[in-house]
């Protein structure tokens, strides 16, 4: 999985974190989380701002 799997990062991540309001996770802690997630292999350098607002409202969308 890479940064651009925003949906399936954003599934996992609701399936890590069941307890967890997404829209107050900081960015710092989302990228530890995503990057912990089994099956993403992907460079920590290619993750931005912007890429983190993806996963985060795609994460918000998923939790509903």
């Known amino acids: 999985m890479k940064w651009t799997d925003v949906i399936e990062i954003a ?3 609701d399936e890590e974190h069941p307890d967890v ?3 107050t996770v900081n960015f710092v802690d ?3 989380w995503v990057r912990q997630l089994p099956e993403f292999d992907d460079d920590p350098a290619h993750c931005g701002e912007k890429v983190l607002e ?3 409202a795609a994460w918000i969308e998923e939790s509903d």
Request: proline content about 8%; glycine content about 0%.
């Open 54 to 56: 993806a996963i985060q």
């Open 11 to 13: 599934i996992q991540l």
């Open 30 to 32: 989302l990228m530890n």
């Open 21 to 23: 309001d997404p829209a």
